[in-house]
């Protein structure tokens, strides 16, 4: 928040406490002059005017106020009773009568009133009234380039048509061409896309308009579909240039997938966005660039021709785009002679472009804590394992029993993925608390994989539970330090048998699940109870045998498993070439 809203809401909110101390002043000086009269009841007041008790009457409104003769003053509600004044002339009592004063209630209204004048600023500042929160970015002042942008080449070479569009809209128009007016990009998080977003407003040289879809959304119906409405208005104003909606699937979804029971806000606010699109009006020069990590619950409306008709894939880069990341994050750190960003980058495969300039932050953090003059490799493997393995928890000091027992159950996993033909390289072994796991072992591919085998999930499910086949051999017992291995595990099983065909007992077939709820509010299933239970016996068969195999395997080679449990015990952190070393002497042996 800027400074200047700040003090403007401040003052407004001394004015709103100066406005209810002024209210509840009058109210209590009113109270106080009806105490200083005194109150009494209609049946008490009829009973003095009968004594002749009563001097004069004077009736304001519903109000009566009546003095006595001995000089005291009486106030009382006026009823609805006609023989009243009758009455009071035949005590020959002064009678008098007068309208309301509304004088009291005008300066409660006018107070009122004023208090709700702020109140309105107030929203009128945070946008509650349909007002955009975006503003144009200079792009001399964001200065992104494409040349900023790493690992994301081909996503780059697909935006280039989009920038010449930009520069020079006749080059397309001249022979009767018509740009794509809205590309979305599709992409994990983290992978760039908002930066891609900005470098085609830097290299195009046009304004730069950032929104989040979330922030459309209120609980006001129609507010989002306003807020809309303005930052289109805003756009034409700045004709050529660049809306960026960010995280589209906050208001982008399918209008349908609540199984009827709709969202009125979100539904208008989508309505007004695909009329801003492409409705009867024309945008030109207005390019839409919109970014989701979940294009499949988008609305199909929102992806016909003519509005979102350019997905632009961004996914996580490959080694020679990692290497290039590092190589822009890094150029603002003092890196020693000895770091070789080749070599971080083959190793952190499946790393996107924020967990990379993460990489590199925290680099620098552990090296400015020792004081070093540069960033060396040993920071750069540390900052990895933290990412990999999570932070060391040194407050947590474990019994040499508990000790011994993550030892066994990590060197499960590590025998597994050892002992087994095709399982992904360990790299690095730990029984120091890190996060929530008191052990954890990592393993990174030797090459970037984007397609995966059966025998690789399998080989993934048995390292998974490598760990508790170790403490059942040992043990005999189980602990719940298995829980996250079991559900990893069995997640995978469930996606070979329903999403990917891969089970033996069904064959090549998919049993998905619809994304819209049904009728009674659970989800549709395209199979029925009986298919199910076949499907809960398939996963638990892949599983099982899996676990069976491995316990079998660890059965064999427990003289190794234990060598290796004791080193580890020892060292509590081993790496593959430390690991390779004990497994060397336990064949030599």
Known sequence: ??????????????????????????????????????????????????????????????????????GASYELFRPMDAELSKLLLAKNIDLSAKPADSHTGRVELGIGLLMLVPLFFIMKKTGVFGGSKTRAVNPKESGTLFQDVAGAEEAKDDLVETVEFLKDPSRFSRLGGKMPTGVLLVGPPGTGKTLLARAVAGEARVPFFAHSASEFVEMYVGVGAARVRELFTQAKKHSPCIIFIDELDAVGRKRDAAGGSGNDERDQTLNQLLVEMDGFTVNPGIVVLAATNRPEIL???????????????????????????????????????????????????????????????????????????????????????????????????????ARLRTAWHEAGHVMAAKLIPGCDPVHKVSIIPR???????????????????????????????????????????????????????????????????????????????????????????????????EIDSEIRSIVTSAYAEVLDLLTRHRETLELLVRELAIKETMSSEEIDAVLGMAKTS
């Open 435 to 533: 996060g929530r796991a008191l052990g954890v072992t990592v393993q990174i591919p030797e090459e970037d994989i984007h397609c995966y085998t059966r025998e690789m999930l399998v080989c993934h499910i048995k390292v998974l539970m490598g760990g508790r086949a170790a403490e059942d051999l040992v043990y005999r017992t189980t602990t719940t330090g298995a829980g996250n291995d079991l559900a990893r595990a069995t997640d995978l099983a469930r996606k070979m048998v329903c999403e990917w065909g891969m089970s033996e007992a069904f064959g090549p077939v998919a049993f998905g699940r619809n994304e819209a709820a049904g009728p009674d509010g659970g989800v549709m299933k395209n199979f029925s109870d009986a298919t199910a239970k």
């Open 1 to 70: 928040m800027k400074n200047s809203t700040r003090i403007l809401i401040i003052k407004l909110s001394a004015f709103l406490a100066i406005s209810a101390l002024l209210i509840c002043g009058i109210l209590i000086w009113r109270h106080y002059q009806i105490q200083k009269r005194g109150r009494i009841s209609y049946t008490v007041f009829v009973d003095k005017v009968n004594a002749g008790e009563i001097k004069s009457v004077r009736m304001e409104g519903d109000a009566i106020t009546a003095v006595a003769r001995s």
């Open 299 to 401: 609305d199909p409306a929102l992806l016909r021709p003519g509005r979102f008709d350019r997905q632009v894939s961004v996914g996580a880069p490959d080694i020679r785009g990692r290497e290039d990341i590092l190589k822009v994050h890094a150029r603002k750190v003092p890196l020693s002679a000895g770091v070789d960003l080749h070599v971080i980058a083959r190793g952190t495969p499946g790393f996107s472009g924020a967990d990379l300039a993460n990489v590199v932050n925290e680099a620098a953090i552990q090296a400015a804590r020792q004081s070093k003059p540069a960033v060396d490799m040993e920071d750069f493997e540390a900052a990895k394992d933290k990412l990999l393995m999570g932070a060391e928890k040194k407050s947590l000091v474990l019994s040499d029993a």
